[in-house]
């Protein structure tokens, strides 16, 4: 006698429904987090260097930042939720990809307003940021909390 299977209740990642509204009561944070970190892209090294009071190490937040934004089930949850329309999902994944594609040797300081692949970067960010509607390139601190340097 062979057993019955219980109905799979899990989407393509493996989350149940119940899971699933979870992370959908916190979806506006991840499309905020794939915003501020598109626009932390679009940045100079002056202006990143001016966040160094709300993300303590702007070059390593710059790629953590965009690292959390796209964790699977996050991103998808923007998806999902119809923050962002599908037919951007594509051209963000391959922003991501790109950003992952950087050398290891030009995230550097040095780097970040000369680089033509930072450049490229840049223009990218911008022209998905615009894509998306979005006219500000402010970074959001609706969910940070800032720490300021003593004089």
Do not use: C
Not at 21 to 32: A, S
Not at 54 to 68: A, K, M
Not at 95 to 102: A, M, T
């Amino acid at each position: 006698m062979s057993e019955i299977e219980e109905p799979d209740n899990s989407d393509d990642l493996g989350f149940t429904q119940e899971e699933l509204l979870e992370y959908d009561k916190h979806v506006n944070f991840y499309y905020t987090n794939i915003i501020t970190s598109l626009i932390l892209y679009t940045y100079s090294v002056e202006q990143l260097d001016e966040m160094a009071p709300v993300l303590i190490d702007p070059l390593t937040e710059l790629y953590e930042e965009l690292d959390y934004a796209f964790l699977p089930v996050l991103f998808e949850t923007v998806f999902r939720n119809k923050l962002i329309d599908e037919s951007l999902k594509s051209e963000l994944l391959m922003f991501k990809k790109k950003v992952d594609d950087i050398p290891v040797e030009i995230w550097d300081w040095e780097f970040l307003d000369t680089n033509e692949i930072w450049k490229n970067i840049k223009i990218d960010a911008d022209e998905l940021l615009n894509k998306l509607n979005i006219e500000t390139r402010n970074y959001n601190t609706d969910y940070t909390t800032i720490l300021y340097k003593n004089k």
